[in-house]
């Protein structure tokens, strides 16, 4: 049956296909994305589609977001990157921010204007405790100081949300990109999701209203972290069994249309076998996903851990699912422009980005031991 929410997600499959269509080749190589592209598939919520409908969004679950964003990343990950950012961004908002923050916010996120999520620095990457970005509040005014390194679609932004301490605690600042103080630099030639924007930010001294301050402040930082990399990691996770979709889907046409030695490529056993686990990879991720998804719908108490499980199965598989249909297409994936070398190099930056597999490795590891003879691991 069909539901307003199933027609919100058709409607926006279908944009985003139309606006991608076969273009991710060309704009991988420049490094660059459309910003009217971008600016519209945010218009039409696409960008950040579980903000709820009063805010502009379309309120679609975790499960079909989910849906979503994989059919984003098997067209382009860098376009699925931003709107990774984008929603981390709404969830952000919609998780620290007070209702009138929330009610000046989203709808700009609904509405067009775009948004990074500043995490990193050069000595904080997963030890937050090395983190020096400063949020200092006094009175009616906000001061933020620091720098942010690998800011997925800051290039793009036209706000900021930064992660720093503040007093004894954390807090985000929602900080617009065209602030005095506020200098971009775009990280030259990366070598996976090229055109997402990613840039380093300084912050030198950016005055703020205390207002941009999310539900003011004074959160502990790495509770913080962990609830605004929730969102991160789920979209990650889904994205990556787009990726193993698509690259599922090129292999096998690959092999269906090539012979060799008097015999067509998928009749081979040693073929049939890789395609076999590109399918069991694809599967995988897909049921872990689904999982997180039905966690995070139900606000299931075990949702950090299934969507860190979701994010370390999903990553892992898309490396060594995109290096499979390398392995198949042989020459026909050795050249930049390709889709399938284009997520080769694209799946295993998703090994490193929102928790390198190794942290997410410990923080499994850590629930296991937390849930040790409670029946619930």
Same mark, same amino acid.
């Given at each position: 049956m069909t539901t307003v929410a199933g027609e919100r997600h058709t409607a926006a499959r279908d944009l985003t296909s139309t606006l991608i269509g076969d273009r991710a080749g060309g704009w991988d190589l420049a490094g660059e994305l459309p910003?009217?592209?971008?600016?519209?598939?945010?218009?039409? !919520?696409? #960008?950040? /589609?579980?903000?709820?409908? $009063?805010?502009?969004?379309?309120?679609?679950? =975790? @499960?079909?977001?989910?849906?979503?964003?994989?059919h984003t990343g098997g067209l382009c990950s860098s376009v699925r990157s931003v709107q990774t950012s984008q929603g981390m961004a709404a969830w952000s908002i919609s998780r620290f921010g007070d209702p009138e923050q929330r009610?000046?916010?989203?709808?700009?996120?609904?509405? !067009?204007? #775009?948004? /990074?999520?500043?995490?990193? $620095?050069?000595?904080?990457?997963?030890?937050? =405790? @090395?983190?020096?970005?400063?949020?200092?509040?006094?009175?009616?005014?906000?001061?933020?100081?620091?720098?942010k390194v690998w800011t997925t679609a800051a290039g793009y932004a036209d706000l900021i949300l930064v992660v720093g301490r503040s007093g004894s605690g954390a807090a985000v600042a929602v900080v617009p990109r065209d602030s005095p103080g506020v200098r971009l630099t775009r990280v030259p030639h990366p070598s996976g999701c090229r055109a997402a924007g990613h840039a380093d930010v300084r912050l030198d001294a950016v005055r703020l209203p205390?207002?941009?301050?999310?539900?003011?402040?004074?959160?502990?930082?790495?509770m913080l972290v962990t609830a605004m990399l929730l969102y991160g990691r789920m979209s990650v996770a889904w994205g990556c069994v787009g990726i193993l979709r698509e690259c599922l889907r090129v292999s096998a046409t690959h092999v269906r249309s090539r012979s060799q030695f008097g015999t067509e490529l998928a009749r081979h056993q040693l073929v049939s076998r890789h395609l076999a686990e590109l399918l069991v990879a694809e599967?995988?991720?897909?049921?872990?996903?689904e999982h997180a998804s039905r966690c995070w719908d139900a606000g299931e108490p075990g949702l950090v851990a299934a969507v860190v499980l979701a994010k370390q199965v999903s990553s892992q598989n898309a490396a060594r699912g995109?290096?499979?249909?390398?392995?198949?297409?042989?020459?026909?994936?050795?050249?930049?422009?390709?889709?399938?070398?284009?997520?080769?190099?694209?799946?295993?930056?998703?090994?490193?980005?929102?928790?390198?597999?190794?942290?997410?490795?410990?923080?499994?590891?850590?629930?296991?031991?937390?849930?040790?003879?409670?029946?619930?691991a």
């Amino acid at each position: 049956m069909t539901t307003v929410a199933g027609e919100r997600h058709t409607a926006a499959r279908d944009l985003t296909s139309t606006l991608i269509g076969d273009r991710a080749g060309g704009w991988d190589l420049a490094g660059e994305l459309p910003v009217a592209v971008l600016r519209e598939l945010g218009r039409r !919520g696409a #960008l950040c /589609a579980q903000v709820p409908v $009063e805010f502009g969004g379309l309120g679609l679950s =975790s @499960a079909d977001n989910g849906e979503l964003t994989a059919h984003t990343g098997g067209l382009c990950s860098s376009v699925r990157s931003v709107q990774t950012s984008q929603g981390m961004a709404a969830w952000s908002i919609s998780r620290f921010g007070d209702p009138e923050q929330r009610r000046r916010y989203l709808p700009r996120l609904t509405g !067009g204007r #775009l948004a /990074a999520v500043a995490f990193s $620095e050069v000595d904080a990457g997963s030890d937050l =405790s @090395a983190m020096t970005t400063r949020i200092e509040v006094a009175g009616d005014e906000a001061v933020v100081t620091g720098e942010k390194v690998w800011t997925t679609a800051a290039g793009y932004a036209d706000l900021i949300l930064v992660v720093g301490r503040s007093g004894s605690g954390a807090a985000v600042a929602v900080v617009p990109r065209d602030s005095p103080g506020v200098r971009l630099t775009r990280v030259p030639h990366p070598s996976g999701c090229r055109a997402a924007g990613h840039a380093d930010v300084r912050l030198d001294a950016v005055r703020l209203p205390v207002s941009a301050i999310l539900g003011g402040g004074g959160h502990d930082l790495s509770m913080l972290v962990t609830a605004m990399l929730l969102y991160g990691r789920m979209s990650v996770a889904w994205g990556c069994v787009g990726i193993l979709r698509e690259c599922l889907r090129v292999s096998a046409t690959h092999v269906r249309s090539r012979s060799q030695f008097g015999t067509e490529l998928a009749r081979h056993q040693l073929v049939s076998r890789h395609l076999a686990e590109l399918l069991v990879a694809e599967q995988v991720a897909t049921r872990a996903c689904e999982h997180a998804s039905r966690c995070w719908d139900a606000g299931e108490p075990g949702l950090v851990a299934a969507v860190v499980l979701a994010k370390q199965v999903s990553s892992q598989n898309a490396a060594r699912g995109a290096a499979t249909a390398v392995q198949l297409l042989a020459s026909r994936a050795a050249h930049d422009g390709s889709p399938v070398a284009r997520a080769y190099r694209d799946a295993k930056l998703m090994e490193i980005i929102e928790g390198t597999t190794e942290i997410c490795q410990l923080v499994l590891a850590d629930h296991v031991l937390a849930t040790a003879g409670r029946g619930d691991a």
